[in-house]
C-alpha cells in the first residue's frame, strides 16, 4: 500500500483533486466545505507547474512501477521460502486502488489479506488513511477475508541496513579527503497531526540514529521537504537547511531521503532539481543525493523477512 502518483500528465489534476480535498491527509480550513473549497483552489494554482515537473521526470509518476518490482521480489522470495503468497497493490490516491487490489487478490483466491504498508513510519495522514480506506472499501464490498496489517517498521534491521548500504556507496562517490554534510530529507507533515500525538517524527528520528550507528562519523542536519497549503508544517524545511549550509560555507552535500522507499516526484524532481539548483546557486559544489531503495536486494529481502515474521505468528 502506498499513496500512489499520477502515470500520465492527464491524471495530474484528478490525482492532486483527490489528494487535496482529502482531510485525512491535510486539513484545510473551514471544515469539510472549507476542504473542497480551498483543496480546489490549491490544485488549479498548482495544477500547471504540477504538470510541467512530471514532463520533466519523464511524463508521470514511476511509484506504481517501482512498487510492482517490490511487490513482485517481495514473493518471489516469500514462495522461495515456501509460502503460497500472493500480492496486490493499493494506491491511496490513485491506480490500482484497494477495489482493484481486492478484485486481483480474491481472484486468486487467496484466504488471508496481510497489508503492507509502504510508509516505514506511522502517520494517521498517510498509514491510517490507507488503511482506513482498504476497511471502508473492504465493508462496502462485504469482503469477509481476515485482514491482518504492518503499519509501521521503521526500526526493522534489514530496512535500515539497505538504507546505510545505499548511503554508503554514495559516500564513495565524493572525491578523496571530502567529507560531506549529510542532509537527511523526510517529507513534510503538517504541524497540527504532530501537536495531536502522531508519533512521526519520534519513528523518522529512530530511523535516523538507526542508519547513523552504521555510517562512518558525518555531520548531518535534518530537513523536510514538500510543504504545501496553507497551513503550518513541521519544520525546518530542506530549503531552509540547504540556506544555512550554504551560509555556513558547506561546499559537499549528500541528502539522504530518508522516508520514501521509492523513487517519485519528491526525489525525481525536488531533490535531483529544485533543491540542486538552489544549492548551485548558493556556491555548493557537490550535491549529490542517495539513491532510492527501489528493487534494492537488500531492501526486498528486509521487506520478505518483515512479511514472513507475520506470517509465521
Known amino acids: 500500500m502506498n499513496l500512489g502518483g499520477p502515470d500520465r500528465i492527464e491524471a495530474v489534476r484528478p490525482f492532486l483533486t483527490r489528494l487535496f480535498t482529502d482531510r485525512e491527509i491535510i486539513r484545510l480550513p473551514g471544515?469539510?466545505?472549507?476542504?473542497?473549497?480551498?483543496?480546489?483552489?490549491?490544485?488549479?494554482?498548482?495544477?500547471?507547474?504540477?504538470?510541467?515537473?512530471y514532463r520533466k521526470i519523464g511524463g508521470g509518476s514511476p511509484i506504481v512501477h517501482w512498487s510492482t518490482l517490490q511487490g513482485a521480489g517481495l514473493v518471489e522470495r516469500l514462495r522461495a521460502r515456501g509460502h503460497?503468497?500472493?500480492?496486490?497493490?493499493?494506491?491511496?490516491?490513485?491506480?490500482?486502488?484497494?477495489?482493484?487490489?481486492?478484485?486481483?487478490?480474491?481472484?486468486?483466491?487467496?484466504?488471508?489479506?496481510l497489508a503492507l504498508t509502504l510508509y516505514p513510519h506511522y502517520s494517521?495522514?498517510?498509514?491510517?488513511?490507507?488503511?482506513?480506506?482498504?476497511?471502508?472499501?473492504?465493508?462496502?464490498?462485504?469482503?469477509?477475508?481476515?485482514?491482518?496489517?504492518?503499519?509501521r517498521w521503521f526500526g526493522h534491521p534489514g530496512y535500515i541496513e539497505a538504507i546505510a548500504r545505499r548511503t554508503r556507496a554514495a559516500l564513495e562517490a565524493?572525491?578523496?579527503?571530502?567529507?560531506?554534510?549529510?542532509?537527511?530529507?523526510?517529507?513534510?507533515?503538517?504541524?497540527?497531526?504532530?501537536?495531536?500525538?502522531?508519533p512521526y517524527c519520534a519513528h523518522i528520528q529512530a530511523t535516523l540514529s538507526g542508519v547513523l550507528g552504521r555510517l562512518p562519523e558525518l555531520p548531518f542536519v535534518l530537513g523536510y521537504q514538500s510543504r504545501v497549503g496553507p497551513v503550518e508544517w513541521i519544520g525546518p524545511s530542506t530549503g531552509e537547511v540547504i540556506d544555512r549550509l550554504a551560509g555556513q560555507g558547506v561546499k559537499d552535500v549528500l541528502v539522504l531521503p530518508i522516508s520514501f522507499v521509492s523513487d517519485h516526484i519528491e526525489t525525481l524532481y525536488e531533490v535531483d532539481m529544485?533543491?540542486?539548483d538552489q544549492a548551485a546557486r548558493?556556491?555548493?559544489?557537490?550535491?549529490?543525493?542517495?539513491?532510492?531503495?527501489?528493487?534494492?536486494?537488500?531492501?526486498?529481502?528486509?521487506?520478505?523477512?518483515?512479511?514472513?515474521?507475520?506470517?509465521?505468528?
Open 31 to 53: 471544515g469539510p466545505i472549507g476542504q473542497a473549497f480551498i483543496g480546489r483552489m490549491i490544485v488549479r494554482a498548482r495544477a500547471k507547474d504540477a504538470e510541467e515537473n
Open 84 to 113: 503460497d503468497a500472493e500480492y496486490a497493490l493499493a494506491m491511496r490516491y490513485w491506480n490500482p486502488d484497494s477495489d482493484a487490489a481486492l478484485d486481483r487478490l480474491e481472484a486468486a483466491g487467496v484466504d488471508r489479506l
Open 124 to 151: 494517521t495522514a498517510t498509514t491510517g488513511s490507507s488503511l482506513a480506506e482498504l476497511k471502508r472499501v473492504m465493508k462496502r464490498r462485504r469482503t469477509r477475508l481476515p485482514l491482518d496489517e504492518i503499519d
Open 174 to 198: 565524493f572525491p578523496v579527503g571530502r567529507r560531506p554534510t549529510l542532509l537527511v530529507s523526510a517529507h513534510g507533515l503538517p504541524k497540527h497531526f504532530i501537536d495531536e500525538g502522531d
Open 274 to 276: 529544485l533543491y540542486a
Open 282 to 313: 548558493r556556491g555548493i559544489v557537490n550535491f549529490r543525493r542517495v539513491d532510492s531503495l527501489n528493487d534494492f536486494p537488500p531492501f526486498l529481502d528486509a521487506l520478505a523477512g518483515l512479511v514472513e515474521r507475520r506470517l509465521s505468528a
